[in-house]
Nanobody
């Protein structure tokens, strides 16, 4: 099983940007599809973005398409989520996830491994 540790969350004004990072350890990072999910207070966890093991395929929730970009560096065992044009409704705890399929994470809203989460707060 792979261990995941997120970083990069914080407080930002609406319209601003943040970049989240997720460092993986324990298993071969490049064999996993990676994803980001988020959970706002009182709401269920939502899919945000996912990327295939090769990085060639990416998937996004409609709510973040055009504003967020997922990428990965297999040499550094790290996946990133660049978040631009942030809105107050993007406020949530963001979780990094690993699984065998990027499209599967989007469809099932689940993953095999999870990080502990990082808080992102967007003020209006």
């Amino acid at each position: 099983q792979v261990q995941l540790v997120e970083s990069g969350g914080g407080l930002v004004q609406a319209g601003g940007s943040l970049r989240l990072s997720c460092a993986a350890s324990g298993r071969t990072f490049s064999s996993y599809a990676m994803g980001w999910f988020r959970q706002a207070p009182g709401k269920e966890r939502d899919f945000v973005a996912a990327i295939s093991w090769s990085g060639h395929r990416t998937y996004y929730a409609d709510s973040v398409k055009g504003r967020f970009t997922i990428s990965r560096d297999n040499a550094k065992d790290t996946v990133y989520l660049q978040m631009n044009s942030l809105k107050p409704e993007d406020t949530a705890v963001y979780y990094c996830a690993a699984d065998s399929s990027a499209s599967g994470m989007k469809m099932s809203l689940s993953a095999a491994s999870w990080g502990q989460g990082t808080q992102v707060t967007v003020s209006s």
